[in-house]
């Protein structure tokens, strides 16, 4: 291991964002993986056009509100089902892998933290339901800077929370424009590609890409 400070993107690497709506599956029909793909997409890029505009709302504003347009977006899916979707959302799984490789790093005597969009309530609630509380040495979310990644302010927290210089910190994320972010800012940086996507951000590059958060410990590369 050659960071003892790790820090971890929330959605989509440590938590499944697509588990709230496939708890539902059968209730919504057919086209659930659409609905949640253009839930994700959506609330994505609420959070870039907030922070262009400088009108900040928390990151379960944007949750509420991105569901609602992927509603509109597949009329198949029944709208009576918004609130048990909103729900899961707060009680989201985690990857099978994260627990152990958390814990493994904590033993080793590393220092971890998640860095997230999350509003406070969202990450606590997810953290405890996949009870990584006792590994977790902080939770950083982009709520008391008021912007959202990738704006600099928001890895800052971690560098100034915790008295380290960038390159001190490995970084993990399965969002490769938030990892190309993180290398801009000067984190050593990891993707976590899970689906085997394209890289983008050519000058941007992350430091490690790896398949799952195993590779941590293992140090495999892709």
């Known amino acids: ?82 609130q048990d979707l909103l729900d899961a959302y707060w009680h989201l799984d985690c990857y099978p892998e994260v627990p152990a490789v958390l814990r493994a790093l904590k033993a080793e005597g590393a220092r971890l933290a998640i860095l997230s969009n999350g509003s406070p309530a969202m990450l606590e609630a997810a953290v405890r339901s996949a009870a990584l509380d006792q590994v977790l040495d902080d939770i950083f979310s982009v709520d008391a800077v008021r912007r959202f990644k990738t704006d600099p302010a928001v890895y800052d ?40 996507q394209p890289d983008e951000y050519g000058d941007l590059k992350p430091s490690l890409i790896l398949r799952s958060l195993n590779g941590l410990l293992t140090d495999e590369r892709d």
């Not at 209730?27 to 793909?37: M, V």
């Not at 927290?157 to 969002?175: C, D, E, I, K």
Request: hydrophobic share 45%; net charge neutral.
């Open 1 to 82: 291991m050659h960071h003892t400070a790790f820090v971890f993107d929330a959605y989509g690497t440590l938590f499944d964002v697509h588990a709230a709506v496939r708890r539902h599956a059968a209730a919504i029909g057919p086209d659930g993986q659409l609905l949640s793909e253009i839930w994700r997409a959506k609330q994505l890029e609420y959070s870039w056009v907030r922070s262009l505009m400088g009108a900040y709302v928390d990151f379960w504003q944007l949750t509420e509100q991105s569901l609602d347009f992927a509603f509109r977006k597949v009329p198949s899916a029944d709208t009576s089902l918004r």
């Open 157 to 196: 927290m971690v560098t100034t929370g915790w008295r380290l210089y960038p390159h001190a910190v490995s970084f993990q994320s399965s969002n490769r424009w938030d990892v190309a972010g993180a290398t801009r800012f000067g984190f050593h940086t990891v993707w976590i590609n899970r689906t085997d």
